[in-house]
């Protein structure tokens, strides 16, 4: 990691690069991850990696552009105050670009040193817990799956007086169990992502996915509309799926966001609420955005109803909304979705075990997780996607017999307005991105109404 | 350079190491300019250098990577690539087993631009996307523009101690047109020369002029309004003509991925997943028509998944893929050869960057042209489809059920085409869909796109590869629209 007073350094040297009537604000960041990837039960591929770098953004004459660099030494640093000037001055002017604000708080949050520098030989270790809880003595299986483990820090600062810092630690870990003596073959999942990996026990994330690997041969489900029961990870993809369609920034500046023109106003059930909060040990920690604005909770859904837009220093000021830190990455900088909430917590009014959301489902299907789930049509909130790793009839209220997996295509607002209770028991879900820059926590999502559309033959 | 790469390789030949290569990059550049709405959202120049070392034991790979190109950094990558190859290594006794192909030990490679696009003026691009962009906005139901403009240029060295080692210099660059037109909750997209950020190929400053974004916009910005307006298609089966843009897609996703070596032994299972093709189906699995001829070529000028070697140091390969509608080869490395006894790597080994392990990755992955024009191919269709621009895409973790939408569709009446229709999807089941191709276009119809988005591995890898394309016509596929 880089101290702060080293970083604060480096920051005023950039900025004294700069031309008197140029603002700024800068980042500098480093990160430190150990991967260890496995596959038909051994690591296959364990990756260890250091890297730094900083990115400056500068504001010449309301000409606005962005350069990084990982080349932190003074002749980089001269270099990559030349290249975002040099894109500055043969930018088009953005007249609504605010100016940087001062104050320099970083929210308070949680983090583990042990688990920022988590040795190779305890990364290996757990990854070998995990293979051994999921080799069952039953039947005959293939696991595969990862172990990530890290850290991230960021030093922020501007021309307007800022410099503030923030650091996560993250350890995150999936497991997949096939068992390939069925055909078609069945499979059960397993995630879980968290701040401390003294949280992780990888011996029982491995047993959990092994326990849902169909016992028998899978059988057919129809096409059509079923009551369901999401599990966590499908659960927390489906809500996951309205930060970028409902509440980022720039859908509704571009008016495509399926959540304008519905503030205040209830979209989904009323049992369901959301907020967006990274100081929430809940999440994966982090106390500031990349524009250096401390992290809060955020309200998003309250009771059902449309609490707005998450924003960055751009989308708060062309949307007229309050900043409430969710600048992302400069790596992507006005990307597709700009200010996108990253740390999502769903709640509920109303809460039950899984045995009473098995109940509540009565006939339907119980779904463990998602994959390749794509925008249909972005302003209707319509996805689709498959189901995948232990997909399972629900029969008179129990969990009967595993079926092949099922496409969906579905309107994410119009499923979680059908919400009929959400799990006690909650985990941090990061899906696909295994370094942890979004997650939900969220619990087992019982609904009314999710419509299949075609079937696999797996 | 040199002597960097030789003292990570003898600092990672140490205590059960049995071999190693290394991989300098210095400089990795990239530019991104965007303008939406006369407004630059992202002007971003990135640059970045360091080493990624991988290593091997008898049983297991490591591999390590540092942003800093020191010596004392090289040793420190090297050692830590060692010690995850011995941890790794506890956990199997099975012995790694590789082919025995080994590069060249000094090869040379660069791309072949005209006007370097890192040299040429940002307000020449900068000029050329604004006023393409302003073009979009030809309606006032076009509530965003955006035009867009990227480049990468990599300077990569490469030395193993199997005695392999290369210089490379390659480039790609690529740009593209978006209008988005909304009215209530409809919204609908149009792209030129294609979505997610347009056309890219290996190639200079020359092959941005050449897609003529100014030109095409005001047609892109019509056609966005336009499908405003439009039905929905009929829904049910019904011969499907899909353009050259969305065939390059649905070979990407249906046969690219599921080609991969890797994916066939269950490296990705628990990411990306597997495959429906088996170990033992090369030379024997029906994949589609007999009209079907795939050939993944990383040698064909231009093609964003063209180099000169791969990241285990083999020189490029032409590998057929799928001949006569038949499997005959597979995308792969040097252990997933191997393993699949192919005989030779396809040498298909690719990692982003420096900071990467090299995975199993498409180069281009071609469909060969047939021989009818597009007017050929529309004229025995009394009632169907045509679709071209992908807007979604979604495909299950064996490759089988896959569902596409487009931004584009119309209508085949008669033998020509039709009125517009919005939100078109069509969905199957790749051995199916491939079956019931009937009529594949002739050279004029076929264009090599470049995808510079194709997302693999965990740490997660965005690689760039080709897929050449012509039109196609496919009999009794499943059409419908979205949000009916």
Do not use: W
């Given at each position: 990691m880089i101290p702060a007073s080293e970083a604060r350094t480096i920051l005023d040297r950039l900025f004294d690069?700069?031309?008197?009537n140029a603002t700024a604000d800068a980042r500098l960041y480093s990160s430190g991850w150990g991967t260890m990837r496995f596959a038909v039960g051994r690591i296959h591929q364990p990756h260890a990696e250091k890297l730094r770098g900083a990115s400056l953004r500068v504001v010449l004459d309301k000409k606005v552009a962005t350069a990084t660099s990982g080349d932190l030494t003074p002749a980089g640093l001269r270099a990559l105050a030349e290249d975002a000037l040099a894109l500055a001055r043969a930018a088009p002017e953005d007249p609504k670009f605010p100016q940087f604000p001062g104050g320099s708080r970083s929210s308070t949050i949680d983090f583990s040193a042990a688990t920022a520098s988590l040795p190779i030989d305890r990364q290996a270790r757990i990854a070998e817990n995990i293979l051994a809880g999921a080799s069952s003595p039953d039947f005959p299986v293939r696991v595969a799956g990862v172990l990530s483990t890290g850290y991230e820090q960021w030093h922020v600062g501007n021309t307007s007086g800022r410099f503030t810092s923030t650091r996560r630690s993250i350890v995150g870990a999936n497991v997949l169990v096939e068992r390939l003596d069925l055909d078609p073959p069945g499979s059960g999942w397993s995630e879980r992502a968290v701040w401390?990996?003294?949280?992780?026990d990888g011996e029982a994330l491995g047993r959990e996915a092994a326990d849902r690997v169909p016992r028998v041969r899978p059988g057919t489900a129809k096409p059509g509309k079923y009551r369901v029961l999401l599990d966590g990870p499908a659960s927390a993809k489906l809500v996951g799926e309205l930060a970028y369609l409902g509440f980022g920034g720039r859908g509704w500046e571009e008016g495509w966001?399926?959540?304008?023109?519905?503030?205040?106003?209830?979209?989904?059930?009323?049992i369901l609420s959301i907020r967006d909060d990274?100081?929430?040990?809940?999440?994966?920690?982090?106390?500031?955005d990349f524009e250096g604005t401390a992290k809060r909770r955020t309200p998003l859904l309250d009771g059902g109803v449309v609490r707005g837009p998450v924003t960055d220093l751009r989308s708060a000021s062309r949307l007229g909304r309050?900043?409430?830190?969710?600048a992302p990455s400069p790596e992507a900088?006005?990307?597709?979705?700009?200010a996108i909430p990253t740390q999502l917590i769903l709640t509920s009014t109303d809460q039950g075990s899984w045995e009473e959301l098995v109940k509540e489902v009565r006939t339907g299907l119980l779904v463990t997780r998602f994959h390749y789930v794509r925008t249909v049509h972005a302003g209707r909130s319509i996805i689709t996607g498959m189901t995948r790793d232990g997909t399972y009839r629900i029969e008179r209220g129990e969990v009967t017999e595993p079926v092949v997996n099922l496409r969906f295509t579905q309107s994410v607002l119009g499923a979680l307005s059908t919400a009929l209770l959400v799990g006690k028991a909650r985990r941090c879900y990061t899906g696909e991105d295994d370094r942890g820059n979004s997650s939900v926590s969220a619990g087992p999502l019982a609904l009314g109404d999710f419509r299949f559309t075609s079937a696999t033959v797996f | 350079m040199e002597e960097l790469l030789e003292t990570a390789l003898a600092a990672a030949l140490?205590?059960?190491?049995?071999a190693a290569d290394a991989r300098i990059v210095a400089p990795a550049r990239a530019e991104y300019l965007s303008v939406r709405d006369g407004v630059p959202t992202a002007l971003t120049s990135t640059t970045g250098s360091g080493l990624g070392v991988r290593v091997r034991t008898e049983r297991a790979w490591g591999f390590a990577t540092v942003g800093e190109l020191t010596p004392s950094a090289a040793r420190e990558t090297a050692r830590t690539a060692a010690k995850l190859a011995r941890a790794a290594g506890r956990t199997t006794r099975e012995p790694l087993r590789l082919t025995r192909d080994v590069g060249p030990s000094s090869g040379r490679y660069a791309s072949s631009l005209r006007l370097d696009p890192f040299e040429v003026g940002r307000e020449e691009k900068l000029a050329l996307l604004t006023e393409a962009e302003r073009g979009l906005?030809?309606?006032?139901?076009?509530?965003s523009g955006e035009a867009s403009f990227r480049a990468w240029t990599e300077k990569k060295w490469f030395r193993s101690s199997e005695g392999s080692a290369y210089a490379s210099e390659i480039t790609h660059v690529g740009a593209g047109v978006t209008a988005t037109a909304i009215r209530g909750s409809e919204v609908q997209r149009r792209s030129a020369p294609?979505?997610?950020?347009g056309d890219f190929g290996q190639a200079g400053w020359e092959f941005v002029r050449a897609l003529d974004l100014v030109s095409r916009a005001d047609a892109v910005g019509r056609e966005a309004v336009a499908l405003l307006d439009a039905p929905a298609p009929p829904e049910g089966p019904t011969t499907l003509v899909l353009g050259s843009d969305q065939l390059a897609l649905q070979v990407h996703e249906s046969i690219g991925h599921a080609t991969e070596a890797d994916r066939i032994l269950a490296y990705e299972a628990g990411y990306a997943g597997t495959s429906w093709?088996?170990?033992?189906?090369?030379?024997?699995?029906?994949?589609?028509?007999?009209?079907l001829e795939i050939v993944a070529d990383a040698?064909?000028?231009?093609?964003?998944?063209?180099?000169?070697?791969?990241?285990?140091g083999l020189p490029a390969r032409r590998v057929p893929i799928v001949h006569e509608g038949i499997l005959v080869g597979l995308l792969s490395s040097r252990e997933s050869a191997a393993r699949l006894s192919l005989?030779?790597?396809?040498?298909a080994m690719r990692a982003e960057g420096f900071h990467r392990t090299p995975l199993v990755r498409m180069t281009n992955v071609n469909l060969s042209p047939g021989d009818h024009s597009l007017s050929e191919l529309l004229e025995g269709v009394n009632e169907g489809i045509y679709l071209e621009t992908n807007r979604s895409w979604s495909i299950d973790d064996k490759r089988l059920n896959f569902q596409f939408g487009t931004e584009f569709g119309r209508r085949i009446v008669d033998g020509e085409l039709g009125p517009l229709v919005r939100n078109p999807i069509y969905g199957g089941m790749t051995p199916t869909f491939w079956g019931s191709m009937d009529a594949v276009g002739d050279p004029s119809t076929w264009h090599l796109w470049g995808v510079p988005n194709c997302g693999k591995g965990q740490p997660g890898q965005i690689g760039r590869v080709g897929h050449g394309a012509p039109v196609a016509r496919f009999r009794n596929v499943r059409v419908w629209g979205a949000g009916r």
């Open positions: 690069r700069l031309p008197a401390d990996h003294r949280a992780l966001s399926c959540l304008r023109g519905r503030m205040g106003k209830r979209a989904v059930a009323p990274a100081t929430s040990p809940l999440s994966l920690p982090q106390g500031i309050p900043l409430t830190g969710h900088p006005g990307g597709e979705y700009g | 140490t205590n059960g190491i049995v906005h030809v309606h006032r139901s076009v509530k294609t979505s997610f950020g093709v088996r170990t033992e189906d090369v030379g024997q699995l029906k994949y589609g028509s007999p009209q040698t064909v000028p231009g093609g964003l998944g063209s180099f000169g070697f791969d990241d285990e005989g030779a790597s396809g040498a």
